[in-house]
């Protein structure tokens, strides 16, 4: 199985701020990489697949970049309502995978 | 809207068999060819993809469960289920079922249901 590991596992933020999550994969994925972003009680939203294309009506302060095994997912400024938990998956290689996730935090 | 429903026992004894249904609204499951999963999540293991199946009934499988899982298609009904035997208390979990948003066995998830708790004890 190919394992993706997220850094960092919790990030303390204040509104406002940039933000910056990684996700690294055991071996290369190419583009076949998604983040979703998971609030208490709700499903995972899918907020960016093929690692760089946000998914329609997601803000577009979020963004993806990377490629292989290294992947980002950037917020640019951090409104109240993305204090949450995020996830990277990669679909390159069954079975898909998940990161064990970041919790973004109010500092 | 697509809309995806889980449905089944939320309490289930170990060594039995879990059984839940995913039933889908506002869309066919066999307008196009789209695989279906289940994705599963729990504390200790976070979230875990466990398979997926199209129209046709083909399935593929996380390999970790293999052998105690099985999916399938009901296309008469709209729905899809899950049955994985054998239960442990480490398959207590939160039970989605989901849809990417492209064919081609793609694994985007756009749509989901909204879980379904599936205690072991």
């Known amino acids: 199985d190919i394992q993706m590991t997220q850094s960092p596992s919790t990030l303390s933020a204040s509104v406002g701020d940039r933000v910056t999550i990684t996700c690294r994969a055991s071996?290369?994925?190419?583009?076949?990489l998604a983040w979703y972003q998971q609030k208490p009680g709700k499903a995972p939203k899918l907020l960016i697949y093929e690692a760089s294309i946000l998914e329609s009506g997601v803000p577009s302060r979020f963004s993806g970049s990377g490629s292989g095994t290294e992947f980002t997912l950037t917020i640019s400024s951090l409104p109240p309502d993305d204090f949450a938990t995020y996830y990277c998956q990669q679909y390159n290689n069954y079975p898909w995978t998940f990161g064990q996730g970041t919790k973004v935090e109010i500092k | 809207q697509l809309q995806l429903q889980e449905s089944g026992p939320g309490l289930v004894k170990p060594w039995e068999t879990l059984s839940l249904t995913c039933s889908v609204s506002g869309g066919s499951i066999n307008s196009d060819d789209y695989y279906w999963g289940w994705i599963r999540q729990s504390p200790g293991k976070g979230l875990e993809w466990i398979g997926s199946i199209n129209y046709r009934g083909n399935t593929n499988y996380n390999p970790s469960l293999k052998s105690r899982v099985t999916i399938s298609v009901d296309t008469s009904k709209n729905q899809f289920s899950l049955k994985l035997n054998s239960l442990t208390a480490a398959d207590t979990a939160l039970y989605y079922c989901a849809r990417p948003q492209t064919t081609a066995g793609y694994g985007d998830y756009i749509y989901w249901g909204q879980g379904t708790l599936a205690t072991v004890s």
């Open positions: 071996q290369s994925i190419s583009k076949w």
